[in-house]
């Protein structure tokens, strides 16, 4: 078996606030296999960002990591030194983020912040990292990028600024990509090309990507493998052909069940009844009970644990035994 | 058949006074016809920056008009006295996209849905105003214990539905819902787009319903208008422009949509 890009172990996180300690994550485990892209799909407070900051050592200062690992090469990012971690960031995991024109300087030319990225980390000239950073840009389809090296980002449309994000996290040939809803500021027209070009990046140059998104239909356009998250805990996780088309969680059968369709009318829409829990909530028992039409009575009771079959993951006592 | 908005060759643009007093003039809609049928659901879709939200806020009297009609239940609403507006906002009301934003977090729900009830005068009586609240709560689905709690107490589906309860308070004969999902979680966009078209059928709503979604467009839209750069560039009943749209432009929007491949659904 090969290595994998990443293993996450047992996460716990909480927020401290005034009301005590949030739960966000509870137990996410998840290995990442090299050369794949994993899509982590969940609702807002579900988890999905701050556990993908957790991994960078990003995280606000009111967050406490209250358990658990996150491995890169056998060694634990969340007890790395700073230093040590700085050489991580940028170089072997890079992330973007959801709002490209708030991810890059209004101050700087688009040349300056990848020219800063590269010779951040490489021994260059900035003639020579002026020249990568030019290639850069060509290779993730902006056109005339000489010339628009000397731009400012309010000079980019959104979609060119996620474009200059996607250069400025590959200049270093990272071996794992965090996406952090991508393409979620987007148009559709312009989504559908950033992923495209996403897809495209990571099959030529082989790294790894975890991909968060609360749209299961992107994440259906890339993802090899998906995550379920809710309410912090792993629901559902499976090879992405398998979890569309049979999917065994309640939750992510609900899901996609209530997704207006543009392939034809619906009458109705079969709708998830309630409302996710709020994050940080008191929870006994599997957190999608109160909203389940499977649940049993010892669903409100005990968490089910994650039954494993045949490379799947379910949490939910449906699948006890089978 | 009567249309319950008809708009004809309406323009906007958007004039800043630049450095030295230089008049930057930013046209947004360039020659608008619409016309919402009664007792029908328009979709508007549109990418953003397209001018969908510009021509909600003309629709509402927000905007002044730069050139064109808009008329609303038959009246044109340019130049209409703040009296006049009052008399048209009983027959028309909004939904916002962001619940989190349209509903002033000092009020309770009881003092949201009341607000345009005390504006106009309605159901002074206080057992008659109780029973209409109740009423009201009713057809969005909430539990009538809510009333006297505030919006943060409730999630953004909840708190989309109180301010449904606060437009339909007046029993308007037009909704303009200017994305009223896409700020909501996926698992509760499916109960309110239900909700939506429950409300239009029974209460025989004329709805404009503004999205950037074709998936929402057509489950809840008789018609759909797609606009571009200010312009409308196909407009046809929904089914037929789903199987056959016209335009180039509306192609390619519709071949960029994701989707979700529906084996065993």
Same mark, same amino acid.
């Not at chain 2, 909430?142 to 999630?155: G, I, K, M, Q």
């Given at each position: 078996m090969t290595q994998a890009a990443l293993t996450v172990q047992d996460l716990h996180l909480s927020f401290l606030t005034d009301e005590g300690a949030l739960p966000v994550l509870r137990g996410l485990s998840y290995t990442l296999s090299p050369g794949k892209i994993l899509a982590v799909v969940g609702e807002s407070g579900s988890g999905k960002t701050v556990h993908a900051l957790s991994i960078l050592n990003l995280l606000p200062p009111n967050a406490r990591v209250d358990q658990g690992k996150i491995l890169y090469q056998g060694k634990n990012l969340l007890s790395m030194k700073s230093s040590a971690l700085r050489r991580v960031r940028g170089r072997k995991i890079a992330m973007i983020f959801q709002d490209p024109q708030a991810s890059l300087n209004p101050v700087l030319t688009v040349g300056e912040q990848l020219i800063e990225t590269l010779r951040a980390h490489k021994r260059i000239s900035k003639k020579t990292a002026r020249k990568q950073a030019a290639e850069l840009l060509t290779k993730v389809g902006i056109e005339e990028a000489e010339k628009r090296l000397e731009e400012y980002p309010f000079q980019f449309s959104g979609g060119m600024c996620q474009r200059v994000m996607i250069a400025m996290a590959l200049a270093l040939s990272p071996d794992v990509l965090i996406a952090d809803e991508p393409t979620t500021a987007l148009d559709v027209t312009i989504q559908a090309q950033i992923l495209r070009l996403i897809k495209e990046l990571q099959q030529q140059s082989g790294m790894a990507a975890i991909f968060i998104t609360h749209n299961l239909a992107v994440a259906a356009q890339v993802a090899d493998e998906v995550l379920v998250l809710y309410a912090g805990q792993c629901m559902e996780q499976a090879p992405a052909s398998r979890l569309f088309s049979h999917p065994l969680h309640p939750y992510t059968q609900g899901l996609l069940g209530s997704l207006a369709s543009v392939e034809r009318k619906e009458e109705r829409l079969p709708a998830i009844t309630g409302n996710p829990p709020r994050p940080g909530e008191i929870l006994t028992g599997c957190p999608f009970a109160p909203r389940c039409s499977h649940a049993l009575k010892k669903c409100f009771e005990t968490c089910p644990p994650l039954y494993e079959k045949d490379g799947c993951k379910v949490r939910c006592f449906l699948q006890e035994g089978k | 058949m009567t249309a319950a908005l008809v708009i004809e060759n309406l323009h906007k643009t958007y004039v800043r006074k630049a450095w030295l007093g230089k008049r930057v003039e930013k046209p947004v809609l360039r020659g608008i016809d619409l016309t919402l049928e009664e007792g029908k659901v328009l979709g508007l879709v549109g990418e953003s920056g397209c001018g969908k939200s510009t021509l909600c806020k003309v629709i509402l009297g927000i905007e002044p008009i730069t050139s064109g009609t808009v008329q609303v239940a038959g009246v044109n609403i340019n130049g209409l006295s703040t009296a006049k507006w009052r008399d048209l906002r009983r027959k028309m009301q909004v939904v916002y996209q962001d619940p989190y934003a349209s509903l002033d977090p000092r009020f309770t729900v009881r003092q949201l849905v009341s607000e345009p009830l005390d504006i106009h005068k309605l159901y002074m009586d206080k057992s008659a105003r109780e029973n209409y609240l109740r009423e009201l709560l009713n057809s969005v689905q #909430? @539990?009538?214990? &809510? #009333? @006297?709690?505030?919006?943060?107490? &409730?999630?953004g589906g909840q708190r989309q539905r109180i301010a449904i309860a606060r437009a339909l308070a007046l029993e308007p004969q037009i909704l303009i819902a200017d994305e009223p999902v896409s700020a909501l979680d996926v698992s509760v966009q499916a109960q309110i787009l239900n909700l939506l078209k429950d409300i239009a059928q029974k209460r025989q709503l004329s709805m404009l319903f503004v999205t950037h979604d074709f998936a929402v467009a057509r489950f809840l839209c008789d018609d759909i208008a797609v606009m571009h750069q200010g312009k409308i560039v196909e407009y046809a009943p929904a089914e037929e422009l789903f199987a056959q749209p016209r335009q180039a432009y509306t192609q390619k929007l519709l071949s960029a949509v994701p989707t979700v491949p529906r084996g065993a659904l």
């Open positions: - | #909430l @539990d009538v214990a &809510f #009333l @006297d709690r505030y919006p943060h107490e &409730f999630s």
